[in-house]
């Protein structure tokens, strides 16, 4: 039954399917006010309606911990409001080859850190996340609860023979994605198994049309669909992909995992803590042995081992469980619990 009582103003500049996924398990328990922010040119207007909306609230619940994250529990702190923040990746790193990171100043290194410090609790996506913010950053990391995603066990699940098909997924080939998600390195790696066809979806952009025309004649583009769509592309793959230089929790390769895909991925950020042992891992950037890895991957039955690890750790509902417990701890109500 939703907690008429308690009342969240969540935070966030989309809403990416895993942004839903949070506000549909928050509204099934409290009453929730969505506020999006769009950028520092509005800053101004969001800021106007945060105060507005903060007398109104009990918790403020930023996704990212980007200028909308520093504003919130800034203004939460000003008015004796309690503050989650969720990490998801680029906030806390700062990777200059490939341009990926929110810390690229003082000034915004100085917004993250006040940030993390003073939110009442920090939820970054992986362990990997909290590390690289009391390295990179220096917060003190005590207010730190590692809460991963979660995945709908029912709805991401195998059916029919798997076929020899590589895939990797990302939802814009832009020239930044394409650096950090390894896209050149998956399409050169291709042309050394030229038995398997290689995917890749994601919404086409000029500049991953320049790289279509140069991939090999085994590797197809095709433009990122909704996820019933999705489905039936991870159910038909043998193999899929995660060879980034830096990810949160990569949901794409957890929903692939459970669709009983054979996971190839890097030893980066939080990479590992979603593959574990179910796998093959690769150097980033490195095509020759990523194409052996995939040649590994096309040729194990790993599939069921990777569908069980993600149905083990992270099914939906200890998401659920962990954010409804926070949320009450939070505000004192420890007698609430949500198993």
Not at 165 to 185: A, F, Q
Not at 303 to 326: H, S
């Given at each position: 039954?939703?907690?008429?009582?308690?009342?969240?103003?969540?935070?966030?500049?989309n809403?990416?399917?895993?942004?839903?996924?949070?506000?549909?398990?928050?509204?099934?328990?409290?009453?929730?006010?969505?506020?999006?922010?769009?950028?520092?040119?509005?800053?101004?207007?969001?800021?106007?309606?945060?105060?507005?909306?903060?007398?109104?609230?009990?918790?403020?619940?930023?996704?990212?911990?980007?200028?909308?994250?520093?504003?919130?529990?800034?203004?939460?702190?000003?008015?004796?409001k309690?503050?989650?923040?969720?990490?998801?990746?680029?906030?806390?790193?700062?990777?200059?080859?490939?341009?990926?990171?929110?810390?690229k100043?003082?000034?915004?290194?100085?917004?993250?850190?006040?940030?993390?410090?003073y939110?009442?609790?920090?939820?970054?996506v992986?362990?990997?996340?909290?590390?690289?913010?009391?390295?990179?950053?220096?917060?003190?990391?005590?207010?730190?609860?590692?809460?991963?995603?979660?995945?709908?066990?029912?709805?991401?699940?195998?059916?029919?023979?798997?076929?020899?098909?590589?895939?990797?997924?990302?939802?814009?080939?832009?020239?930044?994605?394409?650096?950090?998600?390894?896209?050149?390195?998956?399409?050169?790696?291709?042309?050394?198994?030229?038995?398997?066809?290689?995917?890749?979806?994601?919404?086409?952009?000029?500049?991953?049309?320049?790289?279509?025309?140069?991939?090999?004649?085994?590797?197809?583009?095709?433009?990122?669909?909704?996820?019933?769509?999705?489905?039936?592309?991870?159910?038909?793959?043998?193999?899929?992909?995660?060879?980034?230089?830096?990810?949160?929790?990569?949901?794409?390769?957890?929903?692939?995992m459970?669709?009983?895909c054979?996971?190839?991925?890097?030893?980066?950020?939080?990479?590992?803590?979603?593959?574990?042992?179910?796998?093959?891992?690769?150097?980033?950037?490195?095509?020759?042995?990523?194409?052996?890895?995939?040649?590994?991957?096309l040729?194990?039955?790993?599939?069921?081992?990777?569908?069980?690890?993600?149905?083990?750790?992270?099914?939906?509902?200890?998401?659920?469980?962990?954010?409804?417990?926070?949320?009450?701890?939070?505000?004192?109500?420890?007698?609430?619990?949500?198993?």
């Amino acid at each position: 039954m939703k907690n008429k009582k308690i009342k969240i103003l969540y935070i966030c500049f989309n809403l990416s399917s895993f942004v839903r996924r949070d506000l549909d398990i928050l509204n099934k328990h409290f009453e929730v006010k969505f506020l999006k922010y769009n950028g520092i040119k509005s800053v101004i207007l969001f800021l106007y309606s945060l105060l507005k909306e903060i007398r109104k609230t009990d918790v403020v619940f930023s996704r990212f911990a980007s200028t909308h994250a520093f504003l919130a529990v800034l203004v939460s702190k000003i008015f004796r409001k309690r503050s989650i923040v969720v990490i998801g990746s680029f906030e806390v790193v700062n990777i200059p080859e490939i341009n990926y990171g929110f810390a690229k100043s003082w000034i915004t290194k100085a917004m993250l850190k006040f940030t993390l410090n003073y939110a009442d609790k920090v939820l970054p996506v992986a362990e990997a996340l909290k590390q690289d913010a009391i390295k990179n950053l220096g917060v003190r990391g005590d207010n730190f609860h590692v809460v991963h995603n979660g995945y709908e066990i029912k709805k991401w699940k195998p059916s029919g023979e798997k076929e020899n098909i590589v895939i990797t997924v990302c939802e814009d080939l832009t020239e930044l994605v394409m650096k950090r998600k390894g896209i050149e390195t998956f399409i050169n790696a291709a042309k050394y198994v030229p038995d398997a066809r290689f995917i890749v979806i994601g919404r086409r952009t000029d500049e991953s049309k320049e790289l279509e025309k140069k991939a090999p004649r085994n590797v197809m583009f095709i433009d990122f669909m909704p996820q019933e769509e999705l489905l039936k592309y991870y159910q038909k793959a043998k193999v899929y992909c995660q060879l980034s230089r830096h990810e949160g929790h990569p949901n794409a390769l957890s929903e692939a995992m459970l669709c009983e895909c054979v996971p190839v991925g890097t030893k980066c950020g939080g990479i590992p803590e979603v593959i574990g042992d179910t796998g093959f891992y690769v150097p980033y950037g490195d095509a020759e042995a990523t194409a052996e890895a995939i040649k590994k991957a096309l040729n194990s039955d790993k599939g069921k081992e990777a569908r069980k690890r993600i149905e083990t750790l992270f099914p939906l509902e200890r998401r659920e469980a962990t954010l409804f417990n926070i949320v009450h701890k939070l505000l004192g109500d420890e007698h609430e619990k949500l198993s």
